[in-house]
T-cell receptor, first 116, second 112 residues
Framework: AQSVTQLDSHVSVSEGTPVLLRCNYSSSYSPSLFWYVQHPNKGLQLLLK??????LVKGINGFEAEFKKSETSFHLTKPSAHMSDAAEYFCVVSDSWKTSYDKVIFGPGTSLSVIP | KAGVTQTPRYLIKTRGQQVTLSCSPISGHRSVSWYQQTPGQGLQFLFE???????NKGNFPGRFSGRQFSNSRSEMNVSTLELGDSALYLC???????????FGPGTRLTVL
């Protein structure tokens, strides 16, 4: 069965310092993995996706994530945090995004705060 | 292209009432999915529509229903509202065969 664990419910960093948001997943098959961001009172925006191509995935706004099958992890990183990065981040796993939405599992979310 | 739009953005209802939420997908997108987001349960899949047919349904009671029109616009309906239905309801659309969903801003439903 699929599951997603986001290891930190809240992360706080200073502006200009690196960001690390951790995600571990469990999947019976070769999963597709996604990171979405949600700013207050907004919908979700795709940051990046992994679909069995390169294990290091680059996304928008300087974010990237590395798929590590041996560790079943898909951590999100950014070298230097910006105030506008403060938001809720969701790790998402899907065994087959194209065919069955009830197999799409959202993690509980990590709230990122950026201190000036 | 315009993004996914949802109306209304905010709604206040009382227990026992019913409510209808609307979603207009990105032009050309035929798949529309609905999600419920609450602080306690997080994001949960409600259902997905494609070409006016419900293709998948999440684990929600029958009070939650939806439909899709020929222009791909979708509505979801919740009958006999309960306090626990207070949530942000998100709609997402995608192109046929695509892996990426585009989300609307959501409708914030408050049940008193």
């Amino acid at each position: 069965a699929q599951s997603v664990t986001q290891l930190d419910s809240h992360v706080s960093v200073s502006e200009g310092t690196p960001v690390l948001l951790r995600c571990n997943y469990s999947s019976s098959y070769s999963p597709s993995l996604f990171w979405y961001v949600q700013h207050p009172n907004k919908g979700l925006q795709l940051l990046l996706k992994y679909t069995s191509a390169a294990t290091l995935v680059k996304g928008i706004n300087g974010f990237e994530a590395e798929f590590k099958k041996s560790e079943t992890s898909f951590h999100l990183t950014k070298p230097s945090a910006h105030m506008s990065d403060a938001a809720e981040y969701f790790c998402v796993v899907s065994d087959s995004w194209k065919t069955s939405y009830d197999k799409v599992i959202f993690g509980p979310g990590t709230s990122l705060s950026v201190i000036p | 292209k315009a993004g996914v739009t949802q109306t209304p953005r905010y709604l206040i209802k009382t227990r026992g009432q019913q409510v209808t939420l609307s979603c207009s997908p990105i032009s050309g997108h035929r798949s529309v999915s609905w999600y419920q987001q609450t602080p306690g349960q997080g994001l949960q899949f409600l259902f997905e529509y494609f070409s006016e047919t419900q293709r998948n349904k999440g684990n929600f009671p029958g009070r939650f229903s939806g439909r899709q029109f020929s222009n791909s616009r979708s509505e979801m309906n919740v009958s006999t509202l309960e306090l626990g239905d207070s949530a942000l309801y998100l709609c997402a659309s995608r192109e046929t065969g695509a892996t990426v969903q585009f989300f609307g801003p959501g409708t914030r439903l408050t049940v008193l």
